[in-house]
């Protein structure tokens, strides 16, 4: 491949992945002009997922060198060394990072797969961060099969992807996942684009011309949302990076590229006229990263306009940058003709349900959960579904709030109020303040209190009015069991496991703890029944209000009065049914079933 048009590289790094039983990447780092106290660090998490993560924890072996003469490097704190150098003489810092993480998230390394993010193997040269970087990657010997898949631009790489690539900056360079391994890969061309979908890991059966035609018809969809009067996307090429296994789910978004893991259950399969249900969330994952070339990493809270890689980088705003689009995410598969108005509500009420059956939406607002994400979100506990609430989940309601009343209004939607975004910041940084102004110059009418209301603070959302100006019947039924109780429970053969007691309900005001373990009831009338699921409670205690848990904690055994709610006790759980078929179209667009043709890519 030709050399691409960038500048000498300042920065290079030499990543050597061929210690593969000892799951080690082996990497060389090359400093042309080093400063004379030069400073390094390894990012201590990575953008897109908010908990500092320790990427240092998996360095080895550094050793700094000039001319070949060592070179004395000292550790500052847990991420950070410095040399003193020449800094008439090239620096060189050899080190190895040890990969045995499957998540899309750090670095992996096997015999059968490599992966890695370049803010868990390349170490950040202070100063020269806006330098143009460099990475040769090696084939492994063992491997002659393998290949390589990345977003970075090539400059010399041979026809399996292993050589030489650059980047303007270390923000590019970490920004872009690599894939190495035998895969499977087909390319396409969406809103005049190159994509190229890699999957590693899939079963025998899985149908890849299937996952090729659904996702380019879902890039096409998702481009023509921002860019609707035919506007190149803002990237040259992009890269879905897919791992398969037999348990996972997840991704991570990147500028011209995403991470994704799923089950290979997931997939779709040859000859199968319907795939699973977990294919259309898969699809679901794939729209969530790939809108999030827009909204996230272009498009991003002013806070984001620079990381900073050591420490925490805090938002109030991942309502709305995660919210929104989780909202697009299956929305955009419904415009796409890959869900039918049946399957998008079921999930648009699996979104409400959670929510409503969250006592923390009560208590923290969807802003301040986006400030605590670095806390919360990913440090979850037996008390976290009664302190914080989700900014994915309520985010996405509160884009479907706005969208839903901005229709109703009449003069606006909310894909008019991304790409008024998108225009305002020429698709950067934001606030805010910024999406007030645009709501309000589209609209015609400030939406302040209703941000202060839905955003700010901790009031119900008008999901049922709105819905209902929309052709959806938004109606009340029993909640789960579970719910009723007012607990989160884990069952199996070792019986029923406590996980979380929801403020509130029934199980707490009893006296239940998280971690405890229900092993049977005792009737009013004396009998005492042996508890294995949740189902087994309302079975034995027949007409009974009352009965007697008996649990185990810490070894002793308790007996716990239990007030039982009835069937229709809680109305924390809704369904959505259509109601007004021609009103539901000018928002869903006409009710067609998804198209399972076998149109060519």
């Known amino acids: ?92 810092v050899e080190y190895e990072a040890a990969a045995c993480d499957t998540s899309v998230r750090t670095a992996w390394l096997d015999g059968v797969r490599g992966f890695f993010n370049g803010t868990s193997l390349c170490l950040c040269v202070h100063g020269q961060e806006g330098a143009p970087h460099a990475i040769d990657i090696l084939r492994p010997a063992a491997r002659p099969r393998w290949q390589l898949a990345t977003g970075l631009a090539a400059e010399r790489t041979d026809e399996a992807g292993f050589g030489s690539y650059r980047a303007r900056d270390y923000d590019e360079l970490v920004d872009c996942p690599v894939e190495i391994g035998e895969f499977w890969s087909a390319d396409f061309s969406a809103a005049g684009v190159p994509h190229r979908l890699v999957v590693a890991g899939a079963a025998p059966s899985f149908d890849g011309q299937r996952l090729l035609r659904d996702v380019q018809r879902l890039c096409e969809t998702v481009a023509g949302l921002w860019h609707a009067q035919g506007e190149a996307p803002p990237f040259k090429r992009y890269v879905f990076l897919l791992n398969v296994l037999h348990e996972g789910y997840g991704g991570l978004e990147h500028r011209n590229s995403t991470a994704l893991l799923c089950n290979r259950r997931d997939l779709p399969r040859q000859g199968e006229a319907q795939p699973a249900e977990s294919y259309q969330n898969l699809l679901g994952l794939f729209s969530h990263e790939y809108f999030h070339a827009w909204c996230v990493k272009r498009l991003r809270p002013a806070e984001f306009a620079r990381y900073d890689y050591a420490r925490e980088n805090y938002t109030q705003l991942l309502w709305f940058f995660e919210g929104f689009t989780s909202y697009y995410d299956d929305l955009l598969l419904r415009r796409a003709g890959l869900l039918d108005h049946g399957s998008y509500l079921r999930v648009l009420t699996k979104t409400i349900n959670q929510v409503l059956q969250t006592p923390g939406r009560r208590v923290q607002s969807v802003a301040e959960a986006s400030f605590d994400a670095w806390v919360k979100f990913y440090r979850p506990d037996e008390n976290t579904p009664n302190s914080t609430v989700s900014y994915y989940s309520k985010g996405a309601l509160v884009a479907l709030c706005l969208d839903l009343a901005l229709r109703q209004h009449g003069r606006a939607t909310l894909d008019d109020v991304l790409r008024a975004l998108w225009r305002r910041t020429g698709g950067g940084p934001m606030t805010e303040a910024d999406l007030l102004a645009e709501l309000q110059a589209l609209s015609g009418r400030d939406w302040a209190a209703e941000l202060a209301a839905w955003v700010h603070g901790t009031d119900e959302l008008p999901l049922a009015e709105l819905l209902a100006a929309h052709g959806i019947a938004c109606r009340a039924q029993p909640a789960p069991l579970a719910q009723r109780l007012g607990l989160r429970v884990a069952e199996g053969a070792a019986g ?19 971690g405890d373990e229900w092993l049977a009831i005792e009737t009013p009338e004396g009998g005492a029944w042996r508890v294995l699921q949740l189902d087994d409670v309302p079975l034995y205690a027949g007409a009974d209000e009352q009965v007697t848990a008996l649990v185990a904690r810490d070894r002793r055994l308790l007996r716990l009065p239990l007030a039982l709610p009835g069937s229709g006790a809680g109305t924390d759980a809704v369904r959505l049914e259509v109601e007004d078929a021609a009103l539901a179209a000018r928002w869903l667009g006409p009710a067609a079933a998804p198209d399972t043709s076998d149109r060519a890519v």
């Not at 072996?61 to 040399?83: E, F, I, Y």
């Not at 029923?496 to 998280?514: D, M, R």
């Open 1 to 92: 491949m030709p050399p691409c048009a960038l500048p000498p590289p300042a920065v290079h790094y030499r990543v050597d992945p061929s210690a593969l039983h000892q799951r080690l990447y082996r990497i060389t780092l090359t400093v042309a002009q080093p400063a004379a106290q030069q400073e390094l660090s390894l990012p201590v998490w990575i953008p897109g997922s908010y908990l500092v993560r320790e990427f240092s924890k998996n360095l080895q072996a550094l050793r700094a060198r000039q001319d070949g003469r060592p070179v004395a490097l000292q550790q500052l704190d847990k991420h950070r060394w410095r040399a003193a150098c020449d800094p008439a003489r090239a620096l060189t």
């Open 496 to 514: 029923v496991q406590v996980k979380v007691v929801l403020g509130g309900g029934a199980a707490e005001q009893a006296g239940f703890a998280a």
